[in-house]
């Protein structure tokens, strides 16, 4: 049974670091054709996808933000961490984390697991 | 500004059938497979199609995917109060290379 959750301060002032933490079980993230991803939600308002890791330790990132994030992973203890910098109101929104399986032609199932998401203020 | 375009908002009845539109471009929708997700008030959102027209086990087949050229489409059949939720599309964006998502449709059941 695949399970993810996320987790990390609910409070953050602006310019301050974001880091997150997904911690997930019933995958391995070293196991081939399996991926990581991040996505948000501000209240309100529609999905926002921010990142993603692949078992080959492979990295994507939204354009949009790109240089303000970083996803790294820690096998041992099953997690991946997002870090996004230079947070701002503007950041202010449910984070989840999500399973992504892909076949071997690189096609994927979609985000098929949802942790239950975590909601960041950002305020002074 | 989302990348995909949806309606939204949607309604119907109990045992209508209801479609919800999503249109891209060449570099989403047009090149690669679309995704949909069901979201309820508070609550992580949920695969309910993936690769165009392809159902997760335990979705009902009441829910259908379709797509032509840079459009896709959510059709629910049979309309249940239960199916009062946010439907989001979703494709990979191969000029953007990342995930796009639509601003979402309100779907709901009169």
Redesign the interface.
């Known amino acids: 049974q695949i399970t993810l959750k996320e987790s990390g301060p609910t409070l953050v002032k602006p310019t301050q670091t974001l880091t997150l933490t997904c911690t997930f079980s019933g995958f391995s993230l070293t196991t081939s054709g399996v991926g990581v991803?991040w996505?948000r939600q501000s209240p309100g308002k529609?999905?926002?996808?921010l990142a993603?890791f692949y078992w080959d330790d492979y990295k994507?990132?939204?354009?949009s933000l790109q240089g303000r994030l970083t996803v790294t992973k820690d096998t041992s203890k099953n997690q991946v961490v997002l870090t996004m910098t230079n947070m701002d109101p503007v950041d202010t929104a449910t984070y989840?984390c999500?399973h992504t399986p892909y076949n071997i032609g690189g096609?994927?199932?979609?985000?098929?697991y949802?942790?239950?998401?975590t909601l960041v203020t950002v305020s002074s | 500004q989302s990348v995909l375009t949806q309606p939204p908002s949607a309604s119907g009845t109990p045992g209508q059938r209801v479609t919800i539109s999503c249109s891209g471009s060449s570099s989403n929708i047009g090149s690669n497979y679309v995704y949909w997700y069901q979201q309820f008030p508070g609550t992580a959102p949920k695969l309910l199609i993936y690769r165009n027209n392809q159902r997760p086990s335990g979705v009902p087949d009441r829910f259908s995917g379709s797509k032509t050229g840079t459009s896709a489409s959510l059709a629910i059949s049979g309309l249940r109060s239960e199916d009062e939720a946010d439907y989001y599309c979703a494709a990979w964006d191969d000029s953007l290379s990342g995930w796009v998502f639509g601003g979402g449709t309100k779907l709901t059941v009169l």
């Open positions: 991803g996505i529609a999905l926002e996808w993603l994507r990132y939204s354009a989840y999500a096609q994927s199932r979609g985000f098929d949802w942790g239950p998401g």
